[in-house]
């Protein structure tokens, strides 16, 4: 299965509604931008999606709410606590800045991950 790239426009909405978020650092996963606190994913891109991680209660919250699915970027492959951001959010920055501060607030709250050591290259 070849993974296609997001499109700009996803990209530009991703990287203007994460720059201000303190603590948080930009990196690529797979190929695409995500954003990271303390070295636990807060969210990202997927192909032509958005994910993004919350606690328990927004989840369930985002789900009624907004009608959210569950992140699964290969089939059988349901990532726990990441939904994708649905449409009508990501069209609204207000909305989609809320739900970015509700995930970095539970994302924060994690165990900070070590750095992996980088690999000798061969």
């Not at 303390?38 to 209660?57: I, P, V």
């Not at 970027?73 to 739900?99: D, F, T």
Request: aromatic fraction near 8%.
């Amino acid at each position: 299965m070849k993974w296609k790239p997001a499109p700009a426009a996803l990209v530009r909405t991703f990287e203007n509604a994460v720059k201000g978020l303190r603590g948080a650092e930009l990196r690529k996963m797979f190929g695409y931008p995500a954003v990271f606190v303390n070295g636990n994913m807060l969210g990202g891109l997927f192909q032509d999606s958005m994910m993004l991680r919350l606690s328990a209660g927004d989840l369930a919250r985002i789900r009624d709410e907004a009608g959210a699915l569950p992140f699964e970027p290969m089939p059988g492959r349901v990532m726990r606590e990441y939904v994708v951001v649905p449409e009508k959010i990501l069209e609204s920055k207000a909305a989609l800045g809320a739900w970015l501060a509700r995930g970095l607030a539970y994302t924060s709250s994690l165990p900070a991950k070590a750095a992996k050591p980088k690999r000798k290259k061969r």
